[in-house]
């Protein structure tokens, strides 16, 4: 990863946490978790950082969010450490950015400017470029109130109406906006292409498994574990954001496909969220989900918080059935951090809970038999009638379902088979 420079050298950064007293919680994070989990992101694309601290929070100040003393506090320790740049994890207004930039006399960016970076950096997809793209553009707009000298200068008009003209401010609004309406357009041009090929995979409809979870709780270590691919897994925040598909056999020899998507964070900027759940669709035609935990992390109740707060967004808007519950085990990983297997807490009797390592391997026997046993017991028992000449029809009822009982006639051949729901509906959608 290229470190970002500025002057020729590697940036040096502060992160600093506005920390608002609320009431206690179980899901409520620590501030020093808060924290190290924006140091986290900051070092995920390359800063150096030089300098952190928690600055307590009485009242948000439209001018600078902090108060006079605390800013002045602040660029004390700024100078101290050579502070090129200062990462404020919370939402900053422009106004708000302007007049910290102003004080401290070093760039300024907040918690969605930096996810931006780090999502404009990872995205692989066709789709994800442009939805970070056009993230960024929106994001960048409302900037646009910054007194920079170069936004001030105005534009002579073309000679037809009297007046001065477009300014650069109004000009530069206006070229963003003609920019995301045209990325609006691809979007739902690769929105479609994509459709298409979900059809033809429920042509060949395999069981679909999709791993879902907090980021860094090992999802992609875990694909990595099950499928024997080599996806990009590392101790670090949004190492991987594009989903990704890979056929694995079940311990009953069933074939599915596993399907890895991106880390869910706390805090999600507002113009992410349509290019964060587009990442989710998989999550939507899953058979089963997977929901991974990093169950030695001090805010893992927290972190499963985020999660389901995500999809519980996804069923209001419709992109999620409100049954998802019933179709997820909660896979506790990480559990060679703890002692193994044996020591996780919150285990539970049913299948619902799986604690596993996908580092070393332990609990993954297990956690392949309760998939196994969550697609048998969705199984369902339909009767239909076939062409006797269709025998590809025929064929994909055996490949797919267990075929109870057959009567060949004349006219049709009569077949009983259990199968599950998503398999009869793709079946029914070939006849």
């Known amino acids: 990863m290229n470190e970002p420079v500025m002057g020729g050298a590697p940036t040096r ?3 600093i946490l506005p920390w608002e007293r609320e009431e206690a919680s179980d899901n409520r994070r620590s501030a020093e978790a808060r924290l190290a989990e924006a140091m986290g992101l900051a070092a995920s694309i390359g800063l150096v950082l030089v300098h952190s601290a928690i600055v307590p929070l009485r009242h948000r ?10 800013v002045e506090n602040v660029h004390a320790d700024l ?10 994890d919370t939402s900053l ?11 401290w006399g070093c760039k300024v960016i907040d918690r969605t400017g930096l996810i931006l970076d780090i999502f404009g950096e990872r995205a692989r997809t066709r789709e994800g470029a442009l939805q970070v793209e056009l993230a960024h553009l929106d994001y960048q707009r409302s900037r646009l109130v910054r007194s920079w000298t170069h936004l001030e200068r105005q534009r002579g008009g073309f000679g037809f109406l009297g007046g001065p003209g477009e300014t650069q401010i109004e000009a530069d609004r206006r070229l963003i906006s003609t920019r995301m309406a045209r990325l609006k357009r691809e979007i739902e041009e690769v929105r479609r292409t994509r459709g298409l090929h979900r059809h033809a995979r429920q042509r060949t409809p395999y069981p679909v498994i999709a791993l879902i979870g907090y980021t860094n709780a090992g999802k992609s270590t875990l694909f990595n574990a099950m499928t024997g691919a080599t996806v990009h897994a590392e101790d670090q925040l949004f190492a991987t954001l594009d989903p990704t598909m890979r056929s694995i056999a079940l311990p009953s020899g069933s074939p599915a496909i596993l399907s890895d998507t991106v880390g869910f964070i706390s805090d999600l900027p507002t113009e992410l969220v349509a290019a964060f759940r587009a990442t989710l669709e998989e999550v939507a035609e899953a058979d089963v989900i997977l929901h991974v935990r990093d169950i030695a992390h001090p805010d893992t109740a927290a972190q499963k918080a985020d999660v389901l707060g995500v999809l519980a ?6 992109t999620l059935d409100a049954d998802w519950p019933k179709r997820t085990i909660d896979v506790l990983n990480k559990a ?3 002692g193994g297997v044996s020591e996780v807490p919150g285990l539970v009797e049913d299948a619902s809970t799986i604690a596993i390592s996908a580092l070393n391997g332990d609990g993954l026997d297990t956690l392949r038999a ?22 590809a029809k025929l064929a994909w009822l055996y490949r797919h379902g267990e075929v109870l009982t057959r009567e060949d006639e004349e006219e049709a051949i009569r077949v009983t088979v259990r199968m599950l729901p998503a398999d009869r509906a793709r079946f029914e959608s070939l006849v």
């Open 61 to 70: 100040r439209p001018s600078a969010l902090l108060g006079e003393g605390q």
């Open 13 to 15: 950064a502060a992160v």
């Open 370 to 391: 309760a998939i196994d046993e969550r697609l048998a017991s969705a199984k369902e028992v339909a009767s239909f009638q076939i062409v006797p000449s269709d025998g």
């Open 93 to 103: 207004s422009p106004v708000q950015q302007r007049n910290l930039e102003r004080a």
């Open 79 to 88: 100078k101290e450490h050579e502070v090129a740049l200062v990462v404020m």
């Open 313 to 318: 967004g996804m069923v209001q808007d419709g």
């Open 336 to 338: 060679d951090l703890l």
